[in-house]
């Protein structure tokens, strides 16, 4: 077996052989489209006689996939490989590769938004060769791997470098070879993953009428300006999700800070998920982002604006008591509301 598949499927052993989140599914699954660019380099693409051969070329391509949950989604591209040449005695070869892939797409979060992504599929690739009085082309359909690394740089844009290798792509008359293409690229996510968002404070001016001259002035109740943190805990606020779960289990806790959003429409809010320190780092991290996220859900449902909310995921890292007991790990499993702004209804 060729070395390279050998180590791209020990890449795959490794990221399939990781936990997968139990029940829990990631709360925006949806479409992205992408472009990448790079080099490519067509090994064994000359034959052994050549005087000189020119296998690297610069290549580009286009995709767009579907994410069905945090773990795995699916991918389609196309790609132009890039050209190989080669010279031999009284004879200039140009070989042309150009392939569209389907690719099961699986992921692995490394630290904090950084994810490991791994890739394997089908290639359907075309191939051209001429010179001289040689006009070869042929269609095939040979086994695609991939590898790489994502990273937002902003609420939809994601980038990535990655590295993808096709094997043995050709046939008998026009040669073989084994495609490799290193390359970034830059993609937008229609319904961006949940990731740490940077709260951002709105100050809101707020303008005092003034008075009708011919009438008593009316005593209304004069708004405040607020700093409010509520918990909700297993211990105080009921159990809001089962265990591994990111399905919400209670939300009559959820109700009056609902009420309160509802009444003074110049009230914000950020929502943040705690775990307990039991499982892995990661595995908390994602499912603290997956649940705050499955609360700011039911918070635009029930009308509050999505511009109001802003939502983080802090795992395990901000523990309020002892992971060493029971009752230290319900506390420390929690969801957390600072509501910030204006309260113009007391």
């Not at 995709?63 to 005695?89: H, K, P, Q, V």
């Amino acid at each position: 077996m060729n070395c390279h598949i050998k180590k791209i499927i020990l890449f795959f052993a490794f990221v399939c052989g990781q936990p997968v989140f139990s029940g829990e599914q990631n709360n925006n699954p949806g479409w992205y489209a992408g472009a990448r660019a790079g080099y490519s380099s067509n090994e064994h693409s000359c034959m052994s006689q050549h005087a000189f051969c020119d296998k690297a070329d610069k290549g580009y391509g286009f995709f767009t996939g579907y994410e069905l949950d945090s773990r795995f989604g699916i991918e389609l591209s196309w790609n132009d490989i890039g050209d190989s040449r080669a010279g031999y005695e009284n004879l200039y070869l140009t070989g042309e590769l150009k392939q569209a892939d389907a690719s099961l797409i699986i992921s692995h979060s490394l630290y904090g938004p950084l994810t490991l992504y791994g890739k394997m599929g089908v290639a359907i690739w075309e191939g051209n060769v001429t010179g001289g009085d040689h006009v070869l082309n042929d269609i095939g359909m040979r086994p695609l791997l991939g590898a790489g690394l994502q990273l937002p740089v902003s609420r939809n844009w994601f980038a990535r470098v990655e590295y993808q290798y096709i094997d043995k792509v050709g046939n008998k008359n026009m040669g073989y070879s084994n495609p490799h293409f290193f390359g970034v690229s830059i993609l937008w996510h229609f319904n961006s993953p949940t990731k740490k968002i940077k709260a951002v404070e709105e100050v809101v001016a707020v303008v005092t009428p003034e008075p009708k001259p011919e009438s008593e002035p009316v005593a209304t109740p004069a708004p405040q300006l607020i700093e409010e943190r509520i918990t909700l805990d297993e211990q105080w606020g009921g159990l809001l999700f089962e265990t591994d779960k990111t399905e919400l289990h209670n939300t009559m806790a959820i109700e009056p800070i609902v009420k309160l959003l509802i009444d003074n429409p110049l009230l914000n809010v950020s929502v943040t998920g705690h775990t307990d320190a039991r499982g892995r780092a990661d595995y908390n991290q994602r499912l603290s982002e997956q649940r705050a996220q499955v609360v700011v859900n039911y918070l635009q449902v029930k009308g509050i604006s999505p511009n109001r909310i802003t939502v983080f995921g802090l795992g395990e890292t901000m523990p309020v008591a002892d992971n060493e007991t029971e009752v230290g790990r319900a506390k420390n499993r929690r969801v957390e509301f600072v509501v910030r702004g204006i309260k113009s209804n007391p």
